[in-house]
């Protein structure tokens, strides 16, 4: 028999994380976009739950605890208090998890310690590429063996670039396959470009530059094509949960102001294009997340998911927009100011369909 209801230990997960989300995210997340940067106390905090380090080696102080669809449930709640919070708050597992999967141990001693330590530290993975025709698995990004060292060239966008991140994953082609490199965000020949994006602006992103940069032939992850087009349907599953969440709070949000807001005597949730606009919100909401929770669960089964993976991203970028730009009819006016948060939800919601591999689980 199919069974949709969470263990016991991932309800406590989703009530812990729904808290914090309501209480620490949530109440500062026009402040994150406005400032363009996430509040760096907020970040402090959720580092302290351990939502990430909790997935790294028991060897290198993490928890050793790796679950996709755990995964997915904390970033569905985390999406609920804002995205690009969210966002934030998963980037350390964009150098974390394929250090751990695929580092040699050398290359994990120096990459791993620092994301489980006292302190917040942020993580950045590189994949897309500002091109019409981009293709995911055949980049134009190159890496070309030198001796002992390995020189990339190419260029990069939507890379989660937030303060104090010290290395960057790039993904290149290498001898017509797929390889990632761990770059220190120092290196020689590397140029960072800010981003200006209609949403997420509460996470940092930059245009990444590879002129001839060089890191050692250590540097590069081991691991072939299937194991870099595994963190691409993490990527994919991880944007497709927290932007699930944050397509909820834009649902309940929508759905509390209906049965408040009152028009010739009676709550607008009683008018029947409301009500059905709202049911048809609720109805896809749960849709999105039984794919997302399908993918995962392949994951976990070390099952191929990458046709999975990409139907929940598909699925949850036609209906974030959707229920975000309902959620937007239903406030009317008062959906298009600053002051509410429908245009926020909107804005962050409608890049989807160019994002990638903005978190893991």
């Known amino acids: 028999m199919i069974d949709f209801e969470p263990s016991d230990e991932q309800a406590l997960i989703i009530e812990t994380v729904r808290q914090f989300a309501e209480n620490e995210i949530r109440p500062r997340c026009r402040e994150a976009d406005e400032a363009g940067a996430p509040s760096r106390a907020v970040l402090d905090a959720a580092h302290e739950l351990g ?18 669809l755990t995964g997915a449930l904390i970033a569905e709640e985390l999406g609920w208090g804002d995205m690009a919070t969210a966002l934030a708050i998963l980037s350390p ?7 751990a999967d695929f580092g040699a141990e050398g290359l994990q001693n120096a990459v791993l310690p620092s994301l489980v330590g006292d302190q917040f530290a942020p993580g950045s993975l590189a994949i897309v590429e500002p091109r ?9 990004t ?7 060292e390995i020189v990339l060239d190419g260029l990069k966008c939507q890379v989660p670039w937030i303060e104090g991140t010290s290395q960057v994953i790039v993904i290149a082609g290498e001898n017509g396959s797929l390889a990632g490199f761990v770059v220190p965000t120092d290196a020689a020949g590397l140029e960072t470009e800010p981003e200006r994006n209609m949403g997420l602006n509460g996470l940092p992103t930059v245009e990444l530059t590879l002129s001839g940069v060089r890191v050692s032939s250590n540097a590069r992850l081991e691991t072939d094509d299937a194991g870099i087009r595994g963190l691409i349907d993490r990527g994919r599953i991880a944007v497709a949960a927290t932007a ?33 606009m709202l049911a048809d919100m609720a109805i896809e909401i749960d ?19 990458g ?55």
């Open 51 to 68: 939502l990430v380090a909790n997935s790294l080696p028991e060897s290198v102080g993490g928890g050793g605890e790796r679950s996709a």
């Open 93 to 99: 597992g964009l150098s974390g998890l394929p250090v």
């Open 132 to 140: 019409f025709d981009f293709d995911v698995v055949h980049p134009q």
């Open 142 to 148: 190159t890496a070309k063996a030198d001796g002992d």
């Open 244 to 276: 699930l969440g944050t397509a909820r709070a834009a649902f309940e949000i929508s759905r509390d102001y209906a049965k408040e807001r009152e028009t010739f005597g009676q709550p607008i949730a009683t008018r029947q294009a409301i009500a059905f």
């Open 287 to 305: 849709g999105a997340r039984l794919l997302i929770w399908e993918a995962a669960d392949a994951l976990d089964r070390g099952e191929p998911a």
């Open 307 to 361: 046709r999975l993976a990409r139907l929940a991203q598909d699925q949850m970028t036609r209906i974030g927009l959707r229920v975000a730009d309902g959620a937007v009819q239903v406030f009317g006016g008062h959906g298009y100011i600053r002051d509410y948060l429908p245009e926020l939800h909107l804005r962050n919601l409608a890049g989807l369909s160019s994002f990638e591999t903005l978190a893991l689980v």
